[in-house]
T-cell receptor, first 115, second 110 residues
């Protein structure tokens, strides 16, 4: 059972570089989200998607883009990396509107350092 | 005001102790509630869902008070392996957004 797969697990970027964090799920979940986690801050929602072709901003969207061309994939793009984007990034999915499908499944996280 | 607020940690308790975590949420339209556990440098994992009638899973008991917009988690007979961060999680109406509290760190000591 693959669940939610994130790549890469670790990444170091120079300021100004761009990159894409990959996220894929094989559970046919409607909803997918990206979070960042910083010490003492908990998980903060960056962007989310309620289905293919539909995305929306979360709490901290600036500096990030997303797209959802398929149900399975939800990549997160850093347009021009900044040291403030050093964080641990988690991708999550959940089944959608049915009450028993709302629990979130997480990828293993991407530890990003911007120097 | 944060959408989901939790007790500030850390909690340091001896093995066998009972410990309670509290959480409040601001959106009265929220529909689903959960407690997640996160171990150091790992992804969060579902501990248990929280139902209005209250629910129990072994040593863990969760309560929800919709009128007060309050959620709790009680851990009885704490084990060393319970040491982790506990995240209060609220899912908004329609399931579109899942909001996490900042987490409460628990240390259980021998």
């Amino acid at each position: 059972n693959a669940g939610v797969t994130q790549t890469p697990k670790f990444q170091v970027l120079k300021t100004g570089q761009s990159m894409t964090l990959q996220c894929a799920q094989d559970m046919n979940h409607e909803y997918m989200s990206w979070y960042r986690q910083d010490p003492g801050m908990g998980l903060r929602l960056i962007h989310y998607s309620v289905g293919a072709g539909i995305t929306d901003q979360g709490e901290v969207p600036n500096g990030y883009n997303v797209s959802r061309s398929t149900t399975e994939d939800f990549p997160l793009r850093l347009l021009s990396a900044a040291p403030s984007q050093t964080s641990v990034y988690f991708c999550a999915s959940n089944g959608g509107a049915a009450t028993n499908q709302k629990k979130a499944f997480f990828g293993q996280g991407t530890r990003l350092t911007v120097v | 005001r944060k959408e989901v607020e939790q007790d500030p940690g850390p909690f340091n308790v001896p093995e066998g102790a009972t410990v309670a975590f509290n959480c409040t949420y601001s959106n009265s339209a929220s529909q689903s509630f959960f407690w997640y556990r996160q171990d150091c440098r790992k992804e969060p994992k579902l501990l248990m869902s929280v139902y209005s009638s209250g629910n129990e899973d072994g040593r863990f008991t969760a309560q929800l008070n919709r009128a007060s917009q309050y959620i709790s988690l009680l851990i009885r007979d704490s084990k060393l392996s319970d040491s982790a961060t506990y995240l209060c999680v609220v899912n908004e109406a329609g399931g579109f957004k899942t909001i996490f509290g900042a987490g409460t760190r628990l240390f259980v000591k021998a």
